[in-house]
């Protein structure tokens, strides 16, 4: 028989226990926490939705591999079983681990930008972004249309807009271009993958202009269960296969592999050119640490060997976008406007069409994460004005493209049962909208003010 439900494909064998809290209760730490619930503390949390980044569930295997760790300086064992792991995924010669994304960003950031460089991509992470313009280089997004439109339906919404690619290049000059670089799957683009004709095709454009291309490739495995799934060819490739093609089409790759090698902290950076690898081994050798542990620890690196492999098994990721698709799904049934697609790692809720009433310089992607947490006990993050929001000279708020709120779901961590008391805090969340009041900042920092901002309930 053919089952509809889709099981974790894991049994349970330690257990970190929720402490439950009663509403009562989550307004008085919402009222401490200033409304900002990166302020919450995260015993006071009972579905943590905050991020997917570093906050994967380890296997019995990985466990089994932090014990075996290998402490040494130099030449670790821990470190010969990364590099092997890395290597075979991505058919690169020179692999350097970092202790997690933006470190690996910063080295080869820093060594190919610079004032007068052009970085261009799908979308750059936020991190990406930051470490670009710090080195004084300016970097560019041009996702395809199509990804600007929420509820559109389109297979691979992530993908890059070739046309403006060319266009940008004879514009700057190939000469000034530090990097092309495609983050699949696109994280702030809502999660959305890349497929493997348009990354074929962006090979070719860099090529032909003699341009080096670049993979963030934080979620690559999720990238390929959308290509085997969706793009015609990959119907019978495995999911490693379909990566391992993707890496053959890049000069290199930079992965925070707090998101897809299941693990608490780690990265690297992989390259293919000699030249670039060594200025940025001297790079790393300065600031993380020696070549062979960059800022991480034996087991770290060990535990991250064990993941990368574990991330492409089939009834993993299947588990892994079906869940994530199944709430997905059930909230945009309901009513609740979502991203369509739905992405691999995260939900994402338009708040400017969930409350309607109330405008951007009143924050309604903030109001629905307090009502999340005050309903619920569940922490989402804003991502909307309260984290891109700028001031123009008069002070008046320049609102965010979008007002969303992302729910993104840390890997093997929450079961089906999470899912539906997520829906249920859903349906109370739609019963109780035209309550709901915006917010205003009563104190905030001057950079990535998301974070620390303080809020007052209007
Ligand atoms: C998380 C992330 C990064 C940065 O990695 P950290 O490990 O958080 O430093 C870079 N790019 C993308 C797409 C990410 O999701």
Redesign the pocket.
Known sequence: MKHKTIIEPFKIKSVEPILMSTEQERIEYMKKAHNNPFLLDSDQIIIDFLTD?GTSAMSVEQWAGVMRGDESYAGSKSWKAMEKAVKNLTGMDYILPTH???AA?RIIYGYLGGKGKTFISNTH?D??RANIEYSGAEAIDIPIEESYHSSLIHPFKGNLDTHQLKALIRQKGAENIGAVIL?VTN?SGGGQPVSMENTREVSKICKENNVLFLL?C?RIAENAYFIKHREAGFENKTYKAIAQEMFSLVDGAAM?S??DALVNMG?FLSLRDKKIAQECTNRLIITEGFATYGGLSGRDMEALAIGLKEVFEPDYLHYRIKSTTYLGEKLHKMGIPVIMPIGGHAVYVDAKKLYTHIPPHQYPGQALVCELYIKGGIRTVEIGSVMFGKYDEKGELIPAPMELVRLAIPRRVYTQSHMEYVVETFEEILKTKETVKGYAITEEPEFLRHFTAKFEKL
Do not use: A, L, V, Y
Request: glycine share 12%; with cysteine; net charge positive.
């Open positions: 980044s997690q994304g933006r960003e992470f991190t990406t983050t994280n963030d934080c925070s707090k998101k990265g």
